[in-house]
T-cell receptor, first 116, second 113 residues
Framework: GAVVSQHPSRVICKSGTSVKIECRSL??????MFWYRQFPKQSLMLMAT?????????EQGVEKDKFLINHASLTLSTLTVTSAHPEDSSFYIC????????????FGPGTRLTVL | GDSVTQMEGPVTLSEEAFLTINCTYT??????LFWYVQYPGEGLQLLLK?????DKGSNKGFEATYRKETTSFHLEKGSVQVSDSAVYFC????????????FGKGTRLHILP
């Protein structure tokens, strides 16, 4: 089946530093990747949609300068949390839609970010 | 806009009990409907889906039927196991061209041995 990986699975950083999270589709090409944020005991909040080779589309209320998304290839998208603060601590999950497949997303295992 | 409403948890059941988690949706178009499951510390896994009215999605003993007349997609299982303990998310995709998925708030399920 379609597998999506995320790296790292867990990261702890100091306030003010930047953190990069990678999302990879391991056995398929993904024209579209999605980044979600999940707060404790809550649902997933879509942050942005990224299409390979173009700028990401951010949801309302998500700071594009703080959450930098790059989708440079059909198998890799990165989310960089810039100048992280404790309130950015969360569980970040990516998903990927296979090229040519309609209405299907495969989710990564998530990355737990803790900002001290 | 489109939305998904599901019953709040946590839901606590004994092993072998019957499970129902209610889900209703609001959509302007004709969405596809999904149930995702999230086990502790993990990402989401697609449990089942249905793409048109009266379709029944099923997997691992779970079932849900797409009811357009009641805009519902309730999740059921006849006999739950301890290993079914997880958070269950009802979701829809509104076919607006970007495959965006809208999730419910999730229902935490605890199964007691």
């Amino acid at each position: 089946g379609a597998v999506v990986s995320q790296h790292p699975s867990r990261v702890i950083c100091k306030s003010g530093t930047s953190v990069k999270i990678e999302c990879r589709s391991l056995d398929f090409q993904a024209t579209t990747m999605f980044w979600y944020r999940q707060f404790p005991k809550q649902s997933l909040m879509l942050m942005a949609t990224s299409n390979e080779g173009s700028k990401a589309t951010y949801e309302q209320g998500v700071e594009k300068d703080k959450f930098l998304i790059n989708h440079a290839s059909l198998t890799l998208s990165t989310l960089t949390v810039t100048s992280a603060h404790p309130e950015d601590s969360s569980f970040y999950i990516c998903s990927a839609s296979p090229a040519g497949v309609y209405n299907e997303q495969f989710f990564g295992p998530g990355t737990r970010l803790t900002v001290l | 806009g489109d939305s998904v409403t599901q019953m709040e948890g946590p839901v606590t059941l004994s092993e072998e009990a019957f499970l129902t988690i209610n889900c209703t949706y609001t959509a302007t178009g004709y969405p596809s409907l999904f149930w995702y499951v999230q086990y502790p510390g993990e990402g989401l896994q697609l449990l089942l889906k249905a793409t048109k009215a009266d379709d029944k999605g099923s997997n691992k003993g779970f079932e849900a039927t797409y009811r357009k007349e009641t805009t519902s997609f309730h999740l059921e299982k006849g006999s739950v196991q301890v290993s079914d303990s997880a958070v269950y998310f009802c979701a829809l995709s509104d076919h607006q061209g970007n495959d965006k998925i809208i999730f419910g708030k999730g229902t935490r399920l605890h199964i007691l041995p």
